[in-house]
């Protein structure tokens, strides 16, 4: 029996007190392997081997939104084992640094949302949580209250 191991990097970009969240495109859902019923998404993708996280991270960040972004710290770790396959996904506030949302393929629309709008969306618990953990860290930043 083959098994496979992954690592994936996402991230929560937040500009102007509000976060990007993507909608995968149909073709995008039809041929993943892993999770082709989640229309949601975050920016990021697979790290190639040798790649550092943040080098891979700001690389699929530019090919899905082409925007340019500064990464802070971790928000979340998520392990996904499913059909012999062992996905760890890491997930990681970052910040708006410059460019305007042009998506690839990959994803169809696009929307930044308040801390409120995420609050009361229909974003899977996960993505909220990433989402609102990256807003509250963020204000943290702003308020120099971490580095």
């Given at each position: 029996m083959k098994r496979d191991f992954a690592i994936a990097v996402k991230a929560v970009i937040v500009k102007d007190e509000k976060v990007?969240?993507?909608?995968?495109?149909?073709?995008?859902?039809?041929?993943?392997y892993m999770n082709n019923k989640q229309k949601w998404d975050l920016p990021g993708g697979g790290l190639h081997f040798y790649e550092h996280a943040q080098d891979g991270l700001c690389r699929e960040i530019k090919?899905?939104?082409?925007?340019?972004?500064?990464?802070?710290?971790?928000?979340?770790?998520?392990?996904?084992?499913?059909?012999?396959?062992?996905?760890c996904i890491f997930t990681y506030a970052c910040r708006?640094?410059?460019g305007s949302v042009a998506l690839s393929e990959e994803h169809d629309a696009f929307v930044w949302m308040t801390k409120e709008e995420v609050t009361l969306s229909a974003l899977p618990n996960w993505m909220k949580r990433d989402l609102l953990r990256a807003l509250d860290r963020d204000k943290n930043v702003q308020k120099g209250e971490i580095e």
């Open positions: 990007l969240v993507l909608s995968r495109s149909q073709d995008e859902m039809n041929c993943s090919e899905e939104t082409n925007l340019e972004v500064f990464v802070g710290e971790p928000v979340s770790l998520f392990d996904v084992i499913k059909n012999h396959i062992h996905l708006w640094k410059g």
